[in-house]
């Protein structure tokens, strides 16, 4: 949302919103090299399912581990956060333990979240519960166990 | 929001409605009137011919200093349209210029499915083939209509409001 200089807003709509973070995932400018998300097939026409990774950050539990992340852009984004899935099994309060979904309320990204965020805002949210100190003590599953 | 729209999208939206460009179509959305829904019929003798193509046009904040965005919800063969309906033409990138409107942009959408230019193409691989093979190219652009752009058969044909 932005408001003009005669105080309009104007609000963009979700597949050009959609088609804005694309390419800015594509060019990966100014972004954390970390984190990375594109379209899991390059033809969906309406950017629904994407695909996401995190490599875990330095000097924690998740450190140098690759985490698969499936994301979910509904009608109704960017209105409602998108749905966000772990493939890759990892144990963190806002991840639901039996199937690896983002419990929204537990995620400031998602609890938190308006409009002119996009997929990378919550990316980085999920990369900050990583590195929070109460999270670092957490048990953590095998590297390669997925969430089924 | 309506209160505070440019002076100027007001008018081209009342003259597009008022008087439509022959073939096209273009509506606003109702909660949106920075955004509009498409349609644009296949000129007739090119492989679009009886093919209506949905697209989706929107004017950002910057509009008329900026070119609207559009792209094609429908799927097209076309070597100027990518796999994301996404258009490549001047004058939607450097070639922009404020005394262009929404009409000329849809006339020169128009032009383009007369008109492929495999030269300067947004996908490769449909440029070769209209290069190497023009006539494979024009069968499977004629294919892909009456697949995707004939009496509704398009995805994106139930999204976008058409009028007739």
Known sequence: MQTTTTGEIVIVPRNFKLLDELESSEKASGNDMTLSYGLVDPEDTFLTNWQANIIGPQNTPFDNRFYSILVTCTDEYPSQPPLIKFVTKINLPC?????????????????????????????????QQMSMPANRKLPQPGEDDQFS | MADNLPRRIVKETQRLIADPVPGISATPYTDNLRYFGVAIEGPAETSYANGVFQLELFLPSEYPMSPP?????????????DKLGRICLDILKDKWSPALQIRTVLLSIQALLSAPNPDDPLDNDVAAVWKNDESKALQLAKEWTRAHAIQGGGKGADDAIVID
């Not at chain 1, 639901?96 to 949210?125: C, F, H, S």
């Open chain 1, 95 to 127: 991840v639901n333990q039996r199937d690896g979904k983002i419990i929204e309320n537990k995620l400031p990204a998602t609890k938190n979240w308006n409009r002119q965020m996009g997929i990378y805002d919550v990316l980085v949210g999920i990369k």
């Open chain 2, 69 to 81: 965005k559009v792209r094609f919800l429908t799927r097209i063969y076309h070597p100027n349209v």
